[in-house]
């Protein structure tokens, strides 16, 4: 079993550090998508409530 050389580690690292900017992103686009979703969802039972 030999260890991994530092070179793969760094690579290893790199992509790590991508991956969870690139889930952040995603984070920060879907949030605000999903709330805005939810809230017209909400207005949406409201009106369907007014107009029964």
Do not use: C, D, R
């Amino acid at each position: 079993m030999n260890m991994p050389t530092m070179q793969e580690l760094t690579q290893i690292w790199e992509v790590i550090i991508i991956w969870i900017k690139y889930m952040l992103m995603h984070l920060a686009i879907a949030m605000p998508i999903m709330f805005i979703v939810m809230k017209f969802l909400n207005v949406n039972k409201k009106f369907a409530k007014l107009l029964k």
